[in-house]
């Protein structure tokens, strides 16, 4: 089967010559694999994973495991990249939504789009949170390791663009020290991801991140002499 199809990866893209019966059995494979994988990576993290440990799990060998993947990481993405790719695609898309305003109106709704943002991630976090789990407390190693970063660095430009919009509005902005602006950033963003880190459940997850939201509301608000 696997020749006919063209070689391991071809189950991934729809092969048309597998019967019923082959896809299902390829399907109930690869959720072994997966199933196996999060307990492990969840439990040792990506770098102390065996990939001998999880095809054992899984009950498979580790011949049969490279016909679905490639290598350990490349099932880590098969755990995790959709959520990724998920909430990074909505954090910019805010970026983007509130850059796109007015800069009068960016002054009045400052937050509110970036407010919006968070109450949808708490929601879609927790629709995915064994995936984003892995992402926050297992990812070391992989590429999806610097995903809060790369938000912070997101944010840092923001914030940056948004001052000196506020200061062509004619407002008495002052320079923030880089340093601060960083660790106030990066405090906002590993603060949020906390909810994850201790298994927060939803509807406190939901509090806090509306009292978090508010705490650095008001300090930046004061920081920017609003």
Not at 2 to 12: D, K, N
Not at 98 to 103: A, S, T
Request: glycine fraction near 10%; proline fraction near 2%.
């Amino acid at each position: 089967v696997y020749g006919e199809c063209g070689g391991a990866h071809a189950f991934g893209g729809g092969c048309h010559s597998l019967a019923g019966g082959a896809v299902h059995v390829y399907r109930g494979r690869r959720a072994a694999y997966h199933k196996a994988a999060k307990e492990e990576f969840l439990e040792k993290g990506f770098k102390g994973a065996s990939l001998r440990n999880i095809v054992k799990t899984a009950g498979m060998t580790t011949g049969a495991f490279y016909g679905y993947y490639g290598s350990k990481e490349e099932l880590f993405s098969a755990l995790v990249g959709s959520q990724y790719d998920t909430i990074m695609g909505e954090y910019i898309k805010a970026q983007t939504d509130f850059r796109q305003l007015d800069p009068s109106e960016q002054n009045e709704h400052m937050g509110d789009i970036s407010g919006q943002c968070m109450e949808w991630m708490v929601e879609y976090v927790y629709d995915n949170f064994d995936a984003v789990k892995l992402i926050i407390c297992s990812s070391e190693g992989t590429r999806y390791c610097n995903m809060i970063h790369e938000m912070v660095e997101i944010e840092v430009e923001a914030t940056n663009a948004f001052m000196e919009t506020l200061r062509n509005l004619g407002k008495d902005v002052p320079v923030i020290d880089p340093c601060l602006e960083h660790i106030l950033i990066s405090g906002m963003f590993t603060g949020f991801f906390e909810m994850v880190v201790h298994d927060m459940p939803r509807e406190k997850a939901r509090e806090f991140v509306r009292e978090l939201k508010d705490f650095h509301m008001a300090g930046w608000q004061k920081i920017m002499n609003m």
